[in-house]
């Protein structure tokens, strides 16, 4: 079977999130749950759908940056509207600066992207919302010399002639300074940081609790708002010395759960290694959902059949796309040299979606034809563990030797490195964790004996 090489090449690219809800995207669609533990997703729908759809929810999703989180999260989106739910979906990377996020940018993120999906439903006027946004953006404004905030409908941007789209505009307005210029979003932060319960509150009293009841007038089910890649906000030390993702997720995180609606966020895996982990599972009304790696071998070291077969249907699912995966299978020699090449492939990403893609993707660019050969993978595979033992001191390997022999990891700043920059793998087995090292880096001589 002839495959065109270029977009095979683009089918790849580890950076293109699945749109589960497109015709286009969901036949590349692969189902890891029955590898991975059970159905998370499954599980939180039912919790929303069946358990508490009139109570407000909040989960935290984490698992490895890149194993499929997005893509899970997409599926639950569209899972919930066939349901009759309004649900709000977005990446909060595009509202927020990650690395300086406070607790008030992320409500803000979320009462704009809320507004902003209610367009069309209107709300009686935000009083208490718009007298808190209007002295921020008189801040923005005495703050930036020359700079008068306009927008369609005014000055300010808020509810000048009532006009609906108005709170959308004036919260759009603060979030887009905010992240742009580290001094305003400093400014804005110490206006609105003092005023966080007040704002918290005009959000449930004057926007989410309204446009529930609006969108249940309507026949809708409830409100679910997905805050996806909060997973991704770098880890430095605040000012008063706080690492940032223990200031919003432990410190924070009670405010978090005080929203009146579903809300899921994605969580930082390191932070499941923290210290403060106990008392952060104190601070949400249930412990983080774990979106574990996909196993390619059990702990003994035996290849695990199952996740390995499904691994290989995500990558033939790439090349042929409209054949049923029993087809595709007789077709593997069309895109690789051989069945043990696509083994490997699958072996070295350790289960991990995106560095399987990422590794496939850079091999097509460096062999330029079909099939693809095992001697160019070995080289691809090679100056990826170079580049990835560079940085590596000699207390991390010694912790990466604990981990290889001992399957577990403790917490601990170095463990946490260790599983942010994706050296370390945690995978599940009968509902219980194992660890292990990143195949590339296993064969690594550090490692060896």
């Known amino acids: 079977m002839t495959i065109d090489l270029l977009k095979f090449f683009q089918r790849t690219n580890p950076s293109r999130t699945l749109r589960v809800n497109q015709l286009s995207d969901i036949k590349y669609y692969i189902d890891f749950s029955q590898v991975r533990g059970g159905d998370i997703i499954g599980k939180l729908k039912q919790k929303i759908t069946f358990f508490k759809p009139n109570e407000p929810t909040c989960t935290l999703l984490t698992g490895h940056i890149g194993c499929g989180k997005s893509t899970e999260l997409l599926r639950l989106q569209v899972e919930l509207e066939a349901l009759n739910f309004h649900v709000v979906y977005f990446e909060s990377s595009e509202d927020l600066e990650m690395t300086d996020v406070d607790i008030v940018d992320v409500l803000l993120a979320i009462a704009h992207r809320v507004s902003q999906s209610l367009e069309k439903i209107p709300l009686e006027e935000a009083s208490k919302l718009n007298q808190l946004l209007q002295g921020a953006l008189k801040v923005l404004n005495s703050e930036v010399t020359g700079l008068k905030v306009k927008t369609p409908i005014g000055d300010v941007g808020l509810s000048m002639n009532k006009d609906k789209f108005s709170l959308a505009l004036g919260i759009g307005e603060i979030i887009s300074q905010m992240k742009s210029d580290p001094i305003l979003r400093q400014k804005l932060n110490q206006y609105l940081s003092p005023q966080k319960t007040r704002l ?15 969108l249940k007038q309507q ?7 997905i805050v996806d890649n909060l997973d991704r906000i770098d880890n430095r030390i605040k000012p008063w010395g706080r690492p940032q993702q223990e200031y919003l997720f432990v410190d924070q995180g009670e405010l978090l759960t005080k929203l009146n609606c579903h809300l899921v966020f994605t969580m930082p895996f390191a932070l499941k290694f923290s210290n403060d982990y106990g008392t952060l599972t104190q601070r949400f009304p249930e412990d983080p959902k774990v979106l574990p790696m996909v196993p390619v071998q059990w702990s003994d070291g035996s290849v695990h059949q199952q996740g390995m077969a499904l691994m290989q249907q995500m990558v033939l699912a790439r090349a042929f796309p409209d054949l049923q995966p029993d087809e595709r299978l007789s077709q593997i020699t069309d895109i690789f040299d051989s069945v043990t090449t696509l083994e490997r492939l699958c072996s070295l990403s350790g289960g991990h979606v995106r560095d399987l893609l990422r590794l496939l993707n850079i091999w097509i660019q460096e062999e330029m034809k079909l099939p693809l050969s095992r001697s160019i993978l070995e080289q691809v595979v090679r100056a990826r563990k170079n580049e990835m033992t560079m940085p590596i001191s000699d207390e991390e390997w010694q912790l990466l030797r604990d981990v290889k022999h001992n399957k577990k990891v403790s917490n601990g700043q170095g463990y946490q490195k260790l599983i942010r920059s994706r050296f370390v793998f945690e995978y599940r087995d009968g509902g219980e964790s194992w660890f292990d090292v990143n195949p590339i880096l296993a064969e690594a001589r550090e490692l060896s004996g």
């Open 200 to 214: 918290l509150e005009a959000i449930n009293r004057e926007l989410l609790e309204p446009a529930i009841a609006k």
């Open 219 to 225: 026949g809708k089910k409830g409100l679910v708002v």
